[in-house]
């Protein structure tokens, strides 16, 4: 079992629609999660972080953690072209002694105009 | 704030030459600075956790010998891959934290060099 598990995609929605991403972890014990943002040849840039149970909102990015299920998402509202890119999720390794991160392997998203 | 910058942003060289990468956060004092690879087509993976002073932690699989990691001040890490082949060829990326150390912090990637071996 992969640490951090994502869907590649693609995942394609129209302009406007709500863009649902999904990641899985294996550790228990991580405390920290974060979702990044990738254009193809750019690093990453992060959107979001969360470390507590439930909904996080910026914007029109909320994160969604429940780490009974070991499970943490991402949407997006009124998703625009621009959005299209690779959304990376990370997890702090160790427990959170460090701040080593996992990353999955990404969701490839595909706005469509 | 938080910018981290990478030098060069591509690089070609021929096989059995060395590369040095550098890693600089250009507005804070980064306690750690990571290195990561990226093939294509793939995750990122974590190289090594460099923290200043000290000697880098390798990750299971990397040789230390083969990718040499300084951190000589606050603001700058280097990364020379030493007898560059073409399976070295990929996306390097750094990033920096500012934090304590623990897993609270935020990672703020550099740029990313793209390293191409002939």
């Known amino acids: 079992q992969k640490e951090v598990e994502q869907n590649s995609g693609p995942l394609s929605v129209p302009e406007g629609a709500i863009a649902s991403l999904n990641c899985t972890y294996s550790d228990r014990g991580s405390q920290s999660f974060f979702w990044y943002r990738q254009y193809s040849g750019k690093s990453p840039e992060l959107i979001m972080f969360i470390y507590s149970n439930g909904d996080k909102e910026d914007g029109r990015f909320t994160a969604q953690l429940n780490k009974a299920s070991q499970y943490v998402s991402l949407l997006i509202r009124d998703s625009q072209p621009s959005d299209s890119a690779t959304y990376l999720c990370?997890?702090?390794?160790?427990?959170?002694?460090?701040?080593?991160?996992?990353f999955g392997t990404g969701t490839l998203l595909a706005v469509q105009p | 704030g938080a910018v981290v910058s990478q030098h060069p942003s591509w690089v070609i060289c021929k096989s059995g030459t060395s590369v040095k990468i550098e890693c600089r956060s250009l507005?804070?004092?980064?306690?750690?600075m990571f290195w990561y690879r990226q093939f294509p087509k793939q995750s990122l993976m974590l190289m090594a956790t460099?923290?200043?002073?000290?000697?880098?932690?390798?990750e299971q699989g990397v040789e230390k010998d083969k990718f040499l990691i300084n951190h000589a001040s606050l603001t700058l890490s280097t990364l020379t891959v030493t007898s560059a082949h073409p399976e070295d060829s990929s996306f390097y990326i750094c990033s920096a934290t500012r934090g304590t150390g623990k897993g609270d912090n935020e990672q703020f990637f550099g740029p990313g060099t793209r390293l191409t071996v002939l």
């Open positions: 990370a997890v702090n390794r160790d427990g959170g002694a460090t701040n080593k991160l996992i």
């Open positions: 460099s923290n200043e002073g000290s000697k880098a932690t390798y």
């Open positions: 507005d804070f004092q980064a306690t750690t």
